[in-house]
Nanobody
């Protein structure tokens, strides 16, 4: 099985940078697209940023120019550098990854989710 674990969340003031990490572990053969989602109180979960294995990134308009997404495939890690965060960025941030892994003698291709990390940005 594969596990995704997020870290790096916390309480920060507006403008104070923080970096989120997502660590993937298990019988991983390959990780394809990795994505950060967030869910604010009372709102639906939304895509924040995604990165393909080739390094192509995509950002929701509200974070363009402020957030930077990267990955380290040697370590099975993904990072979200949150610069100049705003109160509107508050929410639970979830890591998602499309993973090819071994499951016994079989090869699985599945989408995995982490448990989430809380980010609170105060004004």
């Amino acid at each position: 099985q594969v596990q995704l674990v997020e870290s790096g969340g916390g309480l920060v003031q507006a403008g104070e940078s923080l970096r989120l990490s997502c660590a993937a572990s298990g019988s991983i053969i390959r990780i394809n697209t990795m994505t950060w989602y967030r869910q604010a109180p009372g709102k639906q979960r939304e895509l924040v940023a995604s990165i393909t294995r080739e390094g192509t990134t995509n950002y929701v308009d509200s974070v363009k120019g402020r957030f930077i997404l990267s990955r380290d495939d040697a370590k099975n890690m993904m990072y979200l550098q949150m610069n100049n965060p705003e109160p509107e960025d508050t929410g639970v941030y979830y890591c998602n990854a499309l993973v090819i892994s071994m499951n016994g003698r079989n090869v699985d291709v599945k989408n995995y989710w982490g448990q989430g990390t809380q980010v609170t940005v105060s004004s």
